[in-house]
């Protein structure tokens, strides 16, 4: 239950600043929705088994999944890059995230 | 036999831009000889067979070949040679080495010639593999081949040659669905892809929907690469294309393919009456068009390929006729056809090289003194013209023998013959026309000064010429034929041909049919000038070429109404889309599945609780956040609160990586906030309502989804065999780092070129396009944080003793990572931590000792990653982990890989804090002083080049007052600067 609370938390701020204006905004919407990503790969693997997935263990009923955790060890990498990507962005081609720039340009 | 030909095909290909490099133009002579080689190969291995008697169900030779390749899907290289194939790959070779060797001569002594050497090769390649194959894949891959040689043919003679190059691409292309789409029903019909079996499988005779279906998709993908009416503009159109190219396309490669599927394929389909009424009607259309069209040229060139679409027709019409004596015609007309054609197209070649022209109009006010091209050009268009003692004539006279004994109703074989008839008569005009244009014109005879053309080398002519004097020779002697053609007509009938060529068969109906056409023929060439006066107003009403245009600029119309849909300038517009369908489905399931599993274990823990507090809170201050900064800061909030997530659900290194990439990402935000404005806009309550009832709906619908979907079952198979084998399987005891490196490899391979095109697409954007300009930090004089060497004393000397020890310990992590937390990623990161420390440490942005090559390390990770791939093939299998044993340790291949991973993610964490922390010269100056922060600074940011440029355009506009028409070149070279110029 926790864990699916704190996804739909994430995508509710995720959503909620992806509807914004500004490029940067957005960026950090996708930066949450990565997050609510990563935890519902985590979900999907089962959150009642949380003992770490080490050597070779004997009991496996108490031990986390290790597959969604490669996945979203990745995924938390290829964000990172796409964010980069996404931030370059921000701050190539037009400026006009610039709002309060564009609006002085208006009234004039 | 076969493969060992195929692959001498795709070796030539590979080496030619090798030997090009060394050899220029005369690469050909070289390339010519493995060619020729794998001709004799061929034929040499199809006498084998023919030998040892190893023969299919009709009686043809053949031989076979197959190497698996996807046996899982029963794909395979199947290669296999009858009759028939035979003759397309002496056709393709020999015609092909004759090409190459003219070649050499065409071109000129200096220049690159490499792209053309290698996509001609590469389309002899395709070409033999198209005709070898026996796997109903290869062979459209092979099609798909041809295609796509032939564009970049076309589309490399210049700036002129792109528009017919996309058009023929177009058609071709879209020939190739069609075939695509016959595949995939044949496949499916008979459950294999082994061509041989599909020709001979029951379902043909059992489902006559599907034949008939089947019928029409070959029929319509070979129209367009034969160019057959209605897809016939894309021919003439393509001559823009150099002379080599034209002759190959037209005589042995591009358009024969098609004719070749008609011919495999006939067997089957000879009996469908809509495959014959479809290529007899389409047949004869194109050859009757083709043959007034090509009277009424007056380039050379152009009028030869009006003339091989009406000849293409004519095989066409005998394939559909689809009699054993009709086929018999149509594989002695294609050689017939690839020997007169190619030798024309070259002398064409020849005469436009010496003369400089090809224009008859312009060709009538010279002499041409070329007794060797003249004659043996001659004999082509003889050859072309049905003229007995060529192999032209041999091979119309079995035509017009097979259509007077057409099947079918009793009016069949007089309309057919006389179609063709007249197809003939026109074809004997416009070969007149083609010689006496080149030759015959002489408008002025009376000055001959300057105007004397000469013969040129022997080597230019010689491979026309061997192409013409085959065509006598064989036209003299056919029976040298019989044995070709016998196998050839056999195994594309599909039962027993016997084919017995003689100059004299007697007194045959097709002889005074023949007669008929060359007396007629020869009329018109007497009263030329008269008919051309006559056919020169009429234009034919529809041009295909415009069809296409319009096709083409609706469908891009078309996608622009598409695209404009979502396209908008409010990014919200598209990005709520997904959430609002989120909604719906969420709503959907909510209302129809009513069945759950029950919970696995206990899912939450009491302390998740204080999580979820932390992480609402951290998300609430970033939808609240006014300012950048404050936006960053809080987003590293959430971030931290993931981290605590990760290791709450015994994720370690999961939680580490986290915990490095939110560090790493507010370092690289930090670069960027000097170049946006400081807060946010501001927006009216009312606004803030639909965006919160969305992402409160699409929040909700998540957790209803993560809470109904998942930790519902036991732990998956998959998962429970990574634990139970994953350390006897690999000496790893860190078994998240076991799956990223030695079970799942591949993906984590995929995932380092996601990071290295990530890394590069960085790069253009930042070299394409200039950053916004920093903006100005409003720092007051007497601030301490004016001298930026002083305030960073305590970091600098923190960072000069933790920065190498960081990077240190990211080796350390890389090693270990394959036992205890770490491993590549992590380690990289732990890395690129250390270089941020040393960034941000350092005075300014220049001095920070980050400089490396980030492309090169990002490359060598991938390289690395894909090198280390192959090294498994050494135990079976693309990215197999190897165990070897190094100085009694156990070694593992993984740990390489890893090495991988972690040049690749610490090349991307450079270029990122290289571009954007270190802008290249060009970047904007940084505003000093508390001026205008928004202030455009345009003129300090365009670099010194274009400036010089701008001011030269400047200074001319000011001086004219009117752009002259250099200017507005330069202009249209660069229409940004134009741009700014008109700006001002």
Redesign the interface.
């Known amino acids: 239950?926790?864990?699916?609370?704190?996804?739909?938390?994430?995508?509710?701020?995720?959503?909620?600043?992806?509807?914004?204006?500004?490029m940067?905004?957005?960026i950090?919407?996708f930066?949450?929705l990565g997050?609510?990503g990563?935890?519902?790969l985590?979900?999907?693997?089962?959150?009642?088994?949380?003992?770490?997935?080490?050597?070779?263990?004997e009991d496996?009923s108490t031990?986390?999944?290790?597959?969604p955790?490669?996945f979203?060890?990745?995924a938390?990498?290829?964000?990172?890059?796409?964010?980069?990507?996404m931030?370059?962005?921000?701050?190539?081609?037009n400026?006009d995230?610039?709002?309060?720039?564009a609006a002085?340009e208006v009234q004039e | 036999m076969l493969l060992t030909c195929l692959v001498i095909a795709l070796l030539t290909c590979f080496v030619s831009p090798l030997i090009t490099k060394f050899l220029g133009r005369n690469a050909g002579w070289v390339l010519a000889l493995p060619l020729l080689g794998a001709a004799v190969l061929a034929v040499s291995a199809f006498a084998d067979a023919a030998r040892s008697g190893s023969a299919d169900s009709s009686g043809s030779p053949v031989v076979q070949q197959w190497v698996p390749w996807m046996p899982t899907v029963d794909v395979g290289l199947g290669l296999r040679m009858d009759g028939l194939a035979l003759v397309f790959t002496l056709l393709v070779l020999v015609i092909g080495a004759l090409i190459m060797v003219y070649s050499t001569r065409y071109l000129e002594p200096v220049g690159k010639h490499g792209t053309f050497y290698l996509l001609m090769t590469g389309f002899a390649a395709a070409m033999l593999a198209l005709v070898l194959a026996d796997d109903l894949i290869v062979l459209y891959v092979a099609w798909e081949a041809t295609t796509l040689c032939s564009f970049f043919l076309i589309a490399r003679s210049g700036a002129g040659a792109r528009e017919p190059a996309i058009r023929t691409l177009l058609v071709t292309v879209a020939g190739g669905l069609l075939l695509l789409a016959a595949v995939t029903v044949m496949i499916i019909a008979t459950g294999t892809t082994r061509l041989s079996d599909i020709l001979v499988d029951p379902v043909w005779s059992a489902n006559g929907a599907l034949t008939t279906a089947v019928a029409v998709l070959i029929a319509m993908a070979a129209f367009t690469k034969s160019a057959q009416f209605p897809f016939q503009a894309w021919l003439p159109d393509s001559m823009v294309a150099i002379t080599p190219v034209s002759a190959y396309l037209h005589a042995a490669a591009m358009v024969k393919a098609g004719i070749y599927l008609l011919l495999r394929f006939s067997p089957v389909f000879a009996d469908v009456s809509v495959w014959n009424v479809m290529l007899v009607t389409a047949g004869l259309i194109t050859a009757l068009f083709g043959a007034i069209a090509a009277l009424r040229r007056y380039d050379l060139k152009e009028l030869l390929a009006y003339s091989t679409m009406s000849q293409l027709g004519l095989l066409v019409t005998m394939i559909g006729i689809g009699t054993p004596e009709a086929l018999k015609a149509a594989v002695i007309h294609t050689i017939a056809h690839a020997l007169f054609k190619s030798a024309l197209f070259m002398f064409v070649g020849v005469i436009d090289h010496s003369a400089h022209t090809r224009d008859v109009r312009e060709l009538a006010h010279m002499k041409l003194r070329m007794p060797v091209t003249a004659t043996a050009m001659g004999l082509a268009a003889a050859s072309m013209a049905g003229v007995p003692l060529l192999l032209g004539f041999v091979s119309k006279e079995t035509m017009l023998k097979a259509f007077l004994d057409a099947p079918g109703p009793a009016w069949v074989p007089w309309v057919v013959t006389a179609a063709a008839a007249v197809a003939s008569i026109f074809t004997f005009a416009y070969s007149a026309r083609l010689v006496l244009g080149a030759f015959g014109g002489r408008a002025d005879r009376s000055e001959d000064s300057d105007d004397v053309v000469r013969e040129a080398s022997p080597a230019f002519w010689g491979a026309p010429v061997l192409g013409a004097t085959a065509g006598l020779v064989l036209g003299v002697t056919p029976f040298l034929l019989d044995k070709l053609v016998t196998v050839g007509a056999t195994a594309s009938a599909g039962e027993e041909v016997e084919a017995h060529f003689a100059l004299w068969h007697g007194l045959v109906p097709e002889l005074f049919v023949s007669l008929t056409v060359i007396a007629i023929g020869t009329m018109l060439v007497l009263a030329r000038h008269r008919v051309h006066h006559a056919m020169a107003p009429y234009d034919f009403p529809i041009s295909g070429l415009d069809v296409v245009d319009t096709a083409r600029e609706q469908t891009i119309r078309f996608g622009g109404v598409v695209g404009g849909w979502t396209g908008s300038i409010a990014p919200r517009r598209h990005l709520s889309i997904p959430a609002v369908a989120l909604i719906v489905i969420a709503a959907l399931a909510a209302l129809t599945i009513d069945d759950l599993p029950a919970v696995v274990g206990e899912p939450s823990d009491p302390l998740d609780w204080v999580l979820v507090v932390l992480i609402a809170c951290g998300v609430v201050a970033m939808m609240q956040a006014k300012t950048l900064i404050a936006a960053i800061v809080v987003t590293g909030v959430v971030g931290f609160g993931m981290t605590v997530w990760f290791l709450q659900l015994g994720a370690t290194d999961v939680a580490i990586t986290q915990l490095l990439v939110e560090i790493l990402t507010v370092c690289v935000m930090v670069l960027l906030l000097r170049r946006l404005p400081t807060t946010f806009e501001k927006t009216p309550p009312r606004q803030h309502v639909i965006p919160l009832l969305v992402a409160g709906g699409a929040g909700l619908a998540t957790t209803v989804g993560v809470w109904a979907l998942t930790g519902r079952r036991e732990m998956s198979p998959a998962s429970e065999y990574f634990l139970t084998e994953g350390y006897n399987e690999t000496g790893g005891t860190n078994l998240v780092n076991t799956i990223l490196v030695d079970f799942r490899a591949l993906d984590t391979l995929g995932e380092l070129t996601v990071l290295g095109v990530a890394g590069i697409t960085i790069a253009a954007l930042l070299r394409a396009r200039k950053p916004s300009p920093e903006r100005s930090a409003n720092i007051q004089d007497h601030s301490p944080l004016i001298d930026a060497r002083d305030n960073t004393v305590f970091v600098r000397t923190a960072a000069k003793l933790m920065a190498p020890i960081i990077v240190a310990g990211s080796l350390i992590l890389l090693l270990r990572g394959h036992y205890e937390p770490g491993g590549g990623f992590i380690a990289a990161l732990v890395g690129g931590a250390g270089f941020a420390l040393a960034y941000l440490a350092a005075p300014s942005d220049r001095s920070a000792r980050v400089q490396m090559p980030y492309l090169l390390l990002i490359g060598l990770g991938v390289a690395v990653g894909v090198g280390t791939g192959f090294l498994g093939y050494l135990d079976g299998s693309f990215l197999r982990p190897l165990h070897p044993e190094v100085f009694g340790f156990q070694a593992t291949t993984a740990l390489v890989f890893d090495v991988g991973v972690y040049l690749a993610v610490i090349g991307v964490i450079l270029a990122s804090f290289n571009l954007l922390g270190r802008p290249p010269k060009r970047g904007g100056q940084p505003l000093v002083g508390g001026s205008d922060p928004g202030a455009p600074t345009h003129e300090s940011d365009v670099s010194d080049a274009p400036t010089d440029r701008e001011k030269r355009a400047e200074g001319e506009s000011a001086a004219s007052g009117s752009t002259s028409s250099e200017h507005s070149r330069d202009h249209a070279n660069n229409p940004e600067e134009s741009d700014e110029v008109n700006a001002r």
Request: proline content about 4%.
């Open positions: 239950m926790t864990v699916a609370i704190t996804a739909g938390l994430l995508v509710f701020g995720a959503v909620y600043l992806m509807m914004k204006r500004e940067l905004r957005v950090l919407g930066i949450l997050h609510a990563n935890i519902v985590m979900a999907a693997g089962g959150t009642s088994r949380r003992d770490l997935p080490y050597g070779s263990p496996l031990i986390a999944d290790p597959l955790q490669a979203v060890l990745t938390i990498v290829i964000a990172f890059s796409i964010t980069i990507v931030l370059v962005l921000a701050v190539t081609g400026d995230d610039d709002t309060a720039a002085k």
